[in-house]
Protein backbone atom coordinates (compact mmCIF):
# COMPACT_ATOMS: atom_id res chain seq x y z
CA UNK A 1 0.00 0.00 0.00
CA UNK A 2 1.44 3.22 -1.02
CA UNK A 3 1.20 6.18 1.69
CA UNK A 4 2.56 9.65 0.66
CA UNK A 5 5.21 11.05 2.03
CA UNK A 6 3.13 14.45 3.24
CA UNK A 7 1.34 12.24 5.09
CA UNK A 8 4.80 10.48 6.95
CA UNK A 9 6.14 13.83 7.22
CA UNK A 10 3.04 15.56 8.72
CA UNK A 11 2.53 12.27 11.18
CA UNK A 12 6.18 12.81 12.38
CA UNK A 13 5.64 17.05 12.75
CA UNK A 14 2.25 15.60 14.93
CA UNK A 15 4.70 13.16 17.16
CA UNK A 16 7.44 15.92 17.94
CA UNK A 17 4.84 18.71 18.55
CA UNK A 18 3.01 16.36 20.78
CA UNK A 19 5.80 15.33 22.79
CA UNK A 20 6.51 19.20 23.47
CA UNK A 21 3.33 20.20 24.28
CA UNK A 22 3.33 16.96 26.69
CA UNK A 23 6.92 17.75 28.00
CA UNK A 24 5.24 21.77 28.47
CA UNK A 25 2.13 20.47 30.04
CA UNK A 26 3.75 18.20 32.79
CA UNK A 27 6.10 20.63 33.67
CA UNK A 28 3.55 23.64 34.39
CA UNK A 29 1.61 21.00 36.33
CA UNK A 30 4.60 20.70 38.86
CA UNK A 31 5.34 23.77 38.81
CA UNK A 32 1.93 24.25 40.35
CA UNK A 33 2.06 21.75 42.83
CA UNK A 34 5.50 23.34 43.82
CA UNK A 35 4.28 26.37 44.41
CA UNK A 36 1.33 24.99 46.67
CA UNK A 37 3.89 22.93 48.30
CA UNK A 38 5.98 26.02 49.41
CA UNK A 39 2.66 27.57 50.92
CA UNK A 40 1.62 24.20 52.71
CA UNK A 41 1.53 26.06 56.20
CA UNK A 42 0.84 29.72 55.56
CA UNK A 43 -2.33 31.68 54.60
CA UNK A 44 -3.33 30.85 50.60
CA UNK A 45 -5.43 33.62 49.22
CA UNK A 46 -6.69 32.91 45.89
CA UNK A 47 -8.36 34.89 43.48
CA UNK A 48 -10.66 32.87 40.72
CA UNK A 49 -13.22 33.08 37.70
CA UNK A 50 -16.12 30.46 38.23
CA UNK A 51 -16.59 28.81 35.02
CA UNK A 52 -19.43 26.13 35.80
CA UNK A 53 -22.44 26.09 37.48
CA UNK A 54 -22.95 24.28 40.62
CA UNK A 55 -22.37 20.47 40.89
CA UNK A 56 -24.28 19.21 43.83
CA UNK A 57 -22.41 15.95 45.56
CA UNK A 58 -23.94 14.70 48.74
CA UNK A 59 -21.87 16.25 51.49
CA UNK A 60 -20.67 19.82 49.51
CA UNK A 61 -21.08 21.51 46.38
CA UNK A 62 -18.66 21.93 43.71
CA UNK A 63 -17.84 24.41 41.51
CA UNK A 64 -14.56 24.80 38.57
CA UNK A 65 -12.99 27.73 38.81
CA UNK A 66 -10.07 29.54 36.89
CA UNK A 67 -7.32 30.82 39.03
CA UNK A 68 -6.04 34.36 38.13
CA UNK A 69 -3.97 34.52 41.15
CA UNK A 70 -2.52 32.53 44.53
CA UNK A 71 -1.13 35.00 46.84
CA UNK A 72 0.00 37.66 43.93
CA UNK A 73 1.50 35.50 41.90
CA UNK A 74 -0.33 35.20 38.62
CA UNK A 75 -1.25 32.00 36.91
CA UNK A 76 -2.67 31.64 32.87
CA UNK A 77 -5.10 28.76 31.93
CA UNK A 78 -4.60 27.27 35.28
CA UNK A 79 -8.13 25.37 36.80
CA UNK A 80 -9.24 23.75 39.63
CA UNK A 81 -12.15 22.74 41.68
CA UNK A 82 -13.15 24.31 45.07
CA UNK A 83 -15.44 22.30 47.92
CA UNK A 84 -18.03 24.40 49.79
CA UNK A 85 -20.22 23.09 52.59
CA UNK A 86 -23.59 22.31 51.42
CA UNK A 87 -25.15 24.61 53.78
CA UNK A 88 -22.98 27.83 52.83
CA UNK A 89 -24.52 30.85 51.84
CA UNK A 90 -22.13 32.11 49.43
CA UNK A 91 -24.49 33.30 45.81
CA UNK A 92 -21.66 31.95 43.39
CA UNK A 93 -22.72 32.31 40.02
CA UNK A 94 -20.73 31.32 36.70
CA UNK A 95 -18.69 34.26 35.39
CA UNK A 96 -18.06 35.43 39.11
CA UNK A 97 -14.58 37.00 40.08
CA UNK A 98 -14.06 35.30 43.57
CA UNK A 99 -11.57 35.66 46.25
CA UNK A 100 -11.51 33.09 48.91
CA UNK A 101 -9.12 31.41 51.77
CA UNK A 102 -8.47 27.55 51.56
CA UNK A 103 -6.59 24.38 51.78
CA UNK A 104 -5.31 22.88 48.89
CA UNK A 105 -5.68 19.05 48.33
CA UNK A 106 -4.08 17.62 45.67
CA UNK A 107 -5.81 14.53 43.90
CA UNK A 108 -5.16 10.68 45.12
CA UNK A 109 -3.48 8.51 42.58
CA UNK A 110 -4.57 4.61 42.16
CA UNK A 111 -4.14 2.28 44.62
CA UNK A 112 -4.58 -0.76 42.55
CA UNK A 113 -2.70 -1.89 39.31
CA UNK A 114 -4.89 -0.18 36.25
CA UNK A 115 -7.33 0.96 38.98
CA UNK A 116 -9.24 4.66 38.18
CA UNK A 117 -6.50 7.23 39.15
CA UNK A 118 -8.99 10.36 40.30
CA UNK A 119 -5.56 12.14 39.78
CA UNK A 120 -4.96 11.23 35.92
CA UNK A 121 -9.01 12.31 35.54
CA UNK A 122 -7.95 15.62 36.79
CA UNK A 123 -5.16 16.25 34.35
CA UNK A 124 -7.96 14.82 31.19
CA UNK A 125 -9.89 18.20 31.66
CA UNK A 126 -7.15 20.18 32.48
CA UNK A 127 -7.48 20.20 36.55
CA UNK A 128 -4.92 20.28 39.14
CA UNK A 129 -6.78 19.71 42.21
CA UNK A 130 -9.46 20.82 44.72
CA UNK A 131 -9.19 23.56 47.50
CA UNK A 132 -11.53 23.12 50.54
CA UNK A 133 -12.98 25.83 51.85
CA UNK A 134 -14.46 26.89 55.25
CA UNK A 135 -18.03 28.18 55.32
CA UNK A 136 -19.31 31.54 54.39
CA UNK A 137 -15.46 32.17 53.60
CA UNK A 138 -16.37 32.88 49.66
CA UNK A 139 -16.04 36.85 49.11
CA UNK A 140 -18.02 37.90 44.91
CA UNK A 141 -16.03 40.81 43.71
CA UNK A 142 -17.78 40.90 40.50
CA UNK A 143 -19.96 39.53 37.57
CA UNK A 144 -19.34 38.47 34.28
CA UNK A 145 -15.88 38.46 34.08
CA UNK A 146 -15.78 35.25 31.11
CA UNK A 147 -16.27 36.07 27.88
CA UNK A 148 -19.25 37.32 26.30
CA UNK A 149 -19.32 33.79 23.82
CA UNK A 150 -18.82 31.94 27.30
CA UNK A 151 -21.88 33.96 28.76
CA UNK A 152 -24.29 33.47 25.98
CA UNK A 153 -22.95 29.64 26.01
CA UNK A 154 -23.66 29.10 29.44
CA UNK A 155 -27.14 30.97 29.15
CA UNK A 156 -28.13 29.21 26.37
CA UNK A 157 -27.37 25.85 27.84
CA UNK A 158 -29.38 26.98 31.49
CA UNK A 159 -32.46 27.51 29.28
CA UNK A 160 -32.35 24.06 27.42
CA UNK A 161 -32.25 22.74 30.82
CA UNK A 162 -34.69 24.49 31.75
CA UNK A 163 -37.12 23.78 29.06
CA UNK A 164 -36.27 19.81 29.45
CA UNK A 165 -37.51 20.35 33.32
CA UNK A 166 -40.76 21.99 32.32
CA UNK A 167 -41.28 19.15 30.06
CA UNK A 168 -40.72 16.67 32.31
CA UNK A 169 -42.14 17.60 35.37
CA UNK A 170 -42.90 14.02 36.48
CA UNK A 171 -40.55 11.62 34.16
CA UNK A 172 -37.41 12.27 35.96
CA UNK A 173 -35.47 9.01 34.66
CA UNK A 174 -36.29 10.22 31.34
CA UNK A 175 -35.39 13.33 31.88
CA UNK A 176 -31.94 12.53 33.23
CA UNK A 177 -31.39 9.99 30.09
CA UNK A 178 -32.42 12.70 27.46
CA UNK A 179 -30.30 15.12 28.96
CA UNK A 180 -27.26 12.46 28.85
CA UNK A 181 -27.92 11.43 25.22
CA UNK A 182 -28.56 14.99 24.20
CA UNK A 183 -25.92 17.00 25.56
CA UNK A 184 -23.73 14.47 28.00
CA UNK A 185 -25.30 15.43 31.51
CA UNK A 186 -25.42 12.58 33.46
CA UNK A 187 -25.21 13.94 37.03
CA UNK A 188 -28.88 13.14 37.16
CA UNK A 189 -28.58 9.18 35.83
CA UNK A 190 -29.31 6.72 38.20
CA UNK A 191 -26.21 4.19 38.86
CA UNK A 192 -28.72 1.35 37.90
CA UNK A 193 -29.37 3.34 34.51
CA UNK A 194 -25.40 3.90 34.09
CA UNK A 195 -24.63 0.32 35.19
CA UNK A 196 -27.28 -1.26 32.46
CA UNK A 197 -25.78 0.52 29.56
CA UNK A 198 -22.76 -0.33 30.72
CA UNK A 199 -23.35 -3.76 30.43
CA UNK A 200 -25.59 -4.33 27.12
CA UNK A 201 -22.07 -1.62 25.58
CA UNK A 202 -24.33 1.44 25.42
CA UNK A 203 -21.97 3.78 27.30
CA UNK A 204 -20.59 5.40 24.34
CA UNK A 205 -24.01 6.88 23.78
CA UNK A 206 -23.79 8.83 27.16
CA UNK A 207 -21.06 10.58 26.40
CA UNK A 208 -21.58 13.61 23.35
CA UNK A 209 -19.39 12.63 20.81
CA UNK A 210 -18.71 11.81 16.48
CA UNK A 211 -21.66 9.49 16.52
CA UNK A 212 -23.93 12.37 18.13
CA UNK A 213 -22.31 15.05 15.53
CA UNK A 214 -22.58 12.55 12.51
CA UNK A 215 -26.65 12.18 13.89
CA UNK A 216 -26.89 16.44 13.71
CA UNK A 217 -25.24 16.24 10.03
CA UNK A 218 -27.06 13.59 8.79
CA UNK A 219 -30.58 14.45 10.12
CA UNK A 220 -29.88 18.05 9.53
CA UNK A 221 -28.87 17.27 5.59
CA UNK A 222 -31.99 14.80 5.43
CA UNK A 223 -34.22 17.32 6.53
CA UNK A 224 -32.96 20.60 4.55
CA UNK A 225 -33.15 18.67 1.43
CA UNK A 226 -36.68 17.85 1.78
CA UNK A 227 -37.32 21.62 1.12
CA UNK A 228 -35.13 21.74 -2.12
CA UNK A 229 -32.39 23.73 -0.57
CA UNK A 230 -29.59 23.87 -2.27
CA UNK A 231 -26.02 21.90 -1.50
CA UNK A 232 -23.77 24.82 -0.69
CA UNK A 233 -26.37 26.34 1.64
CA UNK A 234 -27.07 22.87 3.37
CA UNK A 235 -23.69 22.83 4.49
CA UNK A 236 -23.51 26.33 5.92
CA UNK A 237 -26.82 25.68 7.84
CA UNK A 238 -25.38 22.66 8.84
CA UNK A 239 -22.11 24.33 10.32
CA UNK A 240 -24.11 27.10 11.50
CA UNK A 241 -26.37 24.02 13.66
CA UNK A 242 -22.93 22.39 14.80
CA UNK A 243 -21.91 25.69 16.57
CA UNK A 244 -25.37 26.40 17.96
CA UNK A 245 -24.46 22.64 19.56
CA UNK A 246 -21.18 23.64 21.11
CA UNK A 247 -23.00 26.25 22.47
CA UNK A 248 -25.65 24.18 23.72
CA UNK A 249 -22.90 22.10 25.60
CA UNK A 250 -21.03 24.84 26.98
CA UNK A 251 -18.14 23.71 24.61
CA UNK A 252 -17.29 20.73 26.20
CA UNK A 253 -13.97 19.25 25.42
CA UNK A 254 -15.51 15.70 23.45
CA UNK A 255 -18.42 18.05 21.52
CA UNK A 256 -15.81 20.44 20.21
CA UNK A 257 -13.14 17.67 18.99
CA UNK A 258 -16.09 16.12 17.21
CA UNK A 259 -17.64 19.18 16.05
CA UNK A 260 -13.99 20.22 14.80
CA UNK A 261 -14.25 17.55 11.98
CA UNK A 262 -17.77 17.61 11.00
CA UNK A 263 -16.69 21.32 10.69
CA UNK A 264 -13.46 20.64 8.68
CA UNK A 265 -15.45 18.44 6.30
CA UNK A 266 -18.60 20.41 5.43
CA UNK A 267 -16.17 23.03 4.28
CA UNK A 268 -14.72 20.91 2.45
CA UNK A 269 -17.51 20.86 0.20
CA UNK A 270 -17.87 24.57 0.24
CA UNK A 271 -14.23 25.08 -1.36
CA UNK A 272 -14.99 22.14 -3.72
CA UNK A 273 -11.88 20.29 -2.06
CA UNK A 274 -11.45 16.49 -2.03
CA UNK A 275 -11.51 15.82 1.96
CA UNK A 276 -9.54 13.59 3.22
CA UNK A 277 -10.52 12.08 6.16
CA UNK A 278 -7.55 11.35 8.00
CA UNK A 279 -6.57 14.97 7.39
CA UNK A 280 -9.06 15.98 9.23
CA UNK A 281 -9.20 14.08 12.20
CA UNK A 282 -4.84 14.55 12.67
CA UNK A 283 -6.16 18.23 12.68
CA UNK A 284 -8.69 17.98 15.17
CA UNK A 285 -6.65 15.37 17.15
CA UNK A 286 -3.71 18.11 17.12
CA UNK A 287 -5.44 21.05 17.84
CA UNK A 288 -6.72 19.42 21.26
CA UNK A 289 -3.80 17.69 22.16
CA UNK A 290 -1.66 20.95 21.98
CA UNK A 291 -4.67 22.63 24.36
CA UNK A 292 -4.44 19.60 26.66
CA UNK A 293 -1.85 16.78 25.98
CA UNK A 294 -3.13 14.62 28.67
CA UNK A 295 -6.46 14.36 27.16
CA UNK A 296 -4.70 11.24 25.32
CA UNK A 297 -5.40 9.55 28.82
CA UNK A 298 -9.48 10.37 28.59
CA UNK A 299 -11.95 7.40 28.09
CA UNK A 300 -13.98 9.97 25.80
CA UNK A 301 -11.44 11.17 23.99
CA UNK A 302 -10.51 7.95 22.52
CA UNK A 303 -14.15 6.31 22.54
CA UNK A 304 -14.71 9.90 20.17
CA UNK A 305 -12.06 9.22 17.85
CA UNK A 306 -12.63 5.37 17.39
CA UNK A 307 -16.10 5.93 17.16
CA UNK A 308 -15.86 8.28 14.60
CA UNK A 309 -13.14 6.50 12.41
CA UNK A 310 -15.58 3.70 12.62
CA UNK A 311 -18.33 5.96 11.54
CA UNK A 312 -16.56 7.77 8.53
CA UNK A 313 -15.05 3.76 7.19
CA UNK A 314 -18.87 2.11 7.68
CA UNK A 315 -20.13 5.05 5.79
CA UNK A 316 -17.81 4.99 2.93
CA UNK A 317 -18.59 0.96 2.43
CA UNK A 318 -22.23 2.42 2.16
CA UNK A 319 -21.59 5.08 -0.62
CA UNK A 320 -19.29 2.61 -2.96
CA UNK A 321 -22.56 0.34 -2.54
CA UNK A 322 -24.83 3.10 -3.55
CA UNK A 323 -22.41 4.13 -6.00
CA UNK A 324 -22.63 1.36 -8.08
CA UNK A 325 -26.31 0.82 -8.14
CA UNK A 326 -26.89 4.48 -8.71
CA UNK A 327 -27.17 3.93 -12.37
CA UNK A 328 -29.35 0.92 -11.67
CA UNK A 329 -31.40 3.38 -9.81
CA UNK A 330 -31.64 5.87 -11.94
CA UNK A 331 -32.72 3.94 -15.28
CA UNK A 332 -35.56 2.09 -13.40
CA UNK A 333 -36.91 5.26 -12.08
CA UNK A 334 -36.20 8.09 -14.56
CA UNK A 335 -36.12 6.25 -17.58
CA UNK A 336 -39.61 5.51 -16.96
CA UNK A 337 -42.02 7.42 -19.37
CA UNK A 338 -44.59 6.96 -17.05
CA UNK A 339 -42.68 8.27 -14.50
CA UNK A 340 -41.70 11.65 -16.16
CA UNK A 341 -45.37 11.64 -16.78
CA UNK A 342 -46.69 12.01 -12.87
CA UNK A 343 -44.35 14.55 -11.74
CA UNK A 344 -46.33 14.02 -8.44
CA UNK A 345 -45.04 10.53 -8.16
CA UNK A 346 -41.60 11.10 -9.25
CA UNK A 347 -41.16 13.54 -5.60
CA UNK A 348 -42.62 10.96 -3.65
CA UNK A 349 -40.12 8.46 -5.04
CA UNK A 350 -37.50 10.61 -4.70
CA UNK A 351 -38.63 11.38 -0.91
CA UNK A 352 -38.98 7.88 0.08
CA UNK A 353 -35.33 7.38 -1.26
CA UNK A 354 -33.84 9.89 1.18
CA UNK A 355 -36.13 8.56 4.44
CA UNK A 356 -34.78 4.98 3.41
CA UNK A 357 -31.41 6.29 3.34
CA UNK A 358 -31.76 8.00 6.12
CA UNK A 359 -32.45 4.96 8.38
CA UNK A 360 -30.23 3.13 6.66
CA UNK A 361 -27.09 5.89 7.53
CA UNK A 362 -28.73 5.97 11.17
CA UNK A 363 -28.24 1.72 11.26
CA UNK A 364 -24.58 2.03 9.87
CA UNK A 365 -23.57 4.87 12.03
CA UNK A 366 -24.75 3.05 15.32
CA UNK A 367 -23.69 -0.61 14.03
CA UNK A 368 -19.85 0.84 12.81
CA UNK A 369 -19.33 3.04 16.21
CA UNK A 370 -20.23 0.02 18.04
CA UNK A 371 -17.34 -2.29 16.88
CA UNK A 372 -14.93 0.40 16.73
CA UNK A 373 -15.07 1.38 20.27
CA UNK A 374 -16.05 -2.04 21.41
CA UNK A 375 -12.37 -2.99 22.39
CA UNK A 376 -12.22 0.31 24.43
CA UNK A 377 -15.18 -0.63 26.23
CA UNK A 378 -14.39 -4.40 26.47
CA UNK A 379 -10.52 -3.04 28.04
CA UNK A 380 -12.00 -0.41 30.53
CA UNK A 381 -15.28 -1.78 31.84
CA UNK A 382 -14.08 -5.60 31.74
CA UNK A 383 -17.23 -7.36 30.74
CA UNK A 384 -18.42 -8.62 27.30
CA UNK A 385 -21.75 -9.13 27.18
CA UNK A 386 -23.35 -11.43 24.22
CA UNK A 387 -25.82 -9.50 24.09
CA UNK A 388 -23.91 -6.12 22.59
CA UNK A 389 -25.09 -6.74 19.09
CA UNK A 390 -28.46 -7.11 19.81
CA UNK A 391 -28.59 -3.66 21.98
CA UNK A 392 -27.17 -2.08 19.31
CA UNK A 393 -29.31 -2.92 16.64
CA UNK A 394 -32.58 -2.86 18.29
CA UNK A 395 -31.47 0.29 20.76
CA UNK A 396 -28.76 2.00 19.15
CA UNK A 397 -31.05 3.26 15.85
CA UNK A 398 -32.90 4.89 18.27
CA UNK A 399 -31.20 7.16 19.63
CA UNK A 400 -30.37 9.38 16.20
CA UNK A 401 -34.12 9.71 16.33
CA UNK A 402 -34.33 10.23 20.71
CA UNK A 403 -31.31 13.08 19.19
CA UNK A 404 -33.18 14.61 16.34
CA UNK A 405 -36.79 14.78 17.60
CA UNK A 406 -34.89 16.08 21.09
CA UNK A 407 -33.56 19.02 19.46
CA UNK A 408 -37.03 20.11 17.43
CA UNK A 409 -39.49 19.63 20.54
CA UNK A 410 -36.81 22.25 22.48
CA UNK A 411 -37.11 24.55 19.38
CA UNK A 412 -41.02 24.52 19.44
CA UNK A 413 -41.01 25.20 22.96
CA UNK A 414 -40.04 28.26 22.97
CA UNK A 415 -42.26 28.75 19.83
CA UNK A 416 -45.51 27.02 20.24
CA UNK A 417 -45.34 25.32 23.27
CA UNK A 418 -48.01 22.88 22.49
CA UNK A 419 -46.77 21.06 19.32
CA UNK A 420 -43.61 20.20 21.81
CA UNK A 421 -46.17 18.62 24.34
CA UNK A 422 -47.70 16.36 21.53
CA UNK A 423 -44.00 15.46 20.22
CA UNK A 424 -42.59 14.64 23.45
CA UNK A 425 -45.17 11.99 23.98
CA UNK A 426 -43.46 10.25 21.35
CA UNK A 427 -40.11 11.17 22.41
CA UNK A 428 -41.28 9.95 26.17
CA UNK A 429 -42.28 6.51 24.63
CA UNK A 430 -38.66 5.84 23.04
CA UNK A 431 -36.75 6.93 26.24
CA UNK A 432 -39.09 5.00 28.51
CA UNK A 433 -38.22 1.69 25.73
CA UNK A 434 -34.71 2.18 25.93
CA UNK A 435 -35.23 1.78 29.69
CA UNK A 436 -36.83 -1.14 29.54
CA UNK A 437 -34.45 -2.62 26.82
CA UNK A 438 -31.61 -2.43 28.68
CA UNK A 439 -32.83 -3.02 31.85
CA UNK A 440 -33.71 -6.17 30.04
CA UNK A 441 -31.18 -7.21 27.92
CA UNK A 442 -28.58 -6.29 30.99
CA UNK A 443 -30.02 -9.21 33.07
Known sequence: MYIDKSVLISFGIFIIIGFLSLSFKSEKFQDFLDDINLLANKNIKVYAI??????????????????????????????????LDKNDKSNIKYGDLICFEGVFQEAEDSTNYKGFSYKEYLKTINVYGTFKIQKNKVKVLGENYLSSTYMLSNKVKNSFEKQLDNLYIDNIEEKALLKGILIGEVEEITDEQTENFKIVSLSHILAVSGMHISYIIICSIFILRLFGISKKCIHIVTILIIIFFMFLTNFAPSVVRASIMGIIFLISFLVKRRSDFWVNISIASLITLLYNPYILLSLSYRLSYLGTIGIVLGMKVVEEY???????????????????REKLKEFILEKILVVKRFFIDAIVVCISAQLFVFPIILLNFNNFSLYFLISNLIVAPIIGVVVILGFIIIFFSYIIFPISIYLNYIENFLLVFINIMTNNISK
Open 50 to 83: VVSDKEEKEFSNMYKVKIESINIKKYNNTYCYIK
Open 322 to 340: RSRKGEMYKEETFNNKSVK
